[in-house]
């Protein structure tokens, strides 16, 4: 039977993991309202001809399927341990995510353990 102390670690540990899903898909709807309004803004352009108003589209798509590539990588039935890699390895895989903000989540996450020895 776990302990209290136990309880209480793998509450604490959950509670950082979500915490650093809640900082990237902050980051990502925060870049993506960004496009939007950019896109809301943008003078109506030339069918196929704006290169810059194309890039924004592209940019949208894109976020959007970074947005439901999160969902799925933080709905993973794992471990604590396994759902903070998961984690790692998207933030440095997903091209949407500033290195500054990955590194940031892994620093914050790092430290949050750091004090929950097993």
């Not at 809640?22 to 069918?47: F, K, M, S, V, W």
């Not at 704006?50 to 924004?56: E, G, K, R, S």
């Amino acid at each position: 039977m776990a302990s209290s102390d136990d309880d209480n670690r793998m509450t604490t540990k959950i509670d950082v993991v979500r915490s650093a899903w809640a900082r990237i898909r902050a980051h990502l709807e925060n870049r993506r309202d960004r496009i939007n309004d950019e896109i809301g803004c943008y003078p109506t352009p030339i069918a196929g001809c704006d290169q810059q108003f194309n890039y924004l589209l592209e940019q949208r798509t894109g976020m959007s399927a970074e947005c439901r590539r999160l969902n799925a990588a933080e709905n993973q039935s794992l471990r604590v341990e396994d759902r903070l890699q998961v984690l790692d390895d998207f933030c440095r895989s997903s091209r949407y995510i500033d290195q500054g903000v990955g590194s940031e989540v892994r620093r914050f996450m790092a430290q949050a353990l750091s004090t929950l020895h097993d």
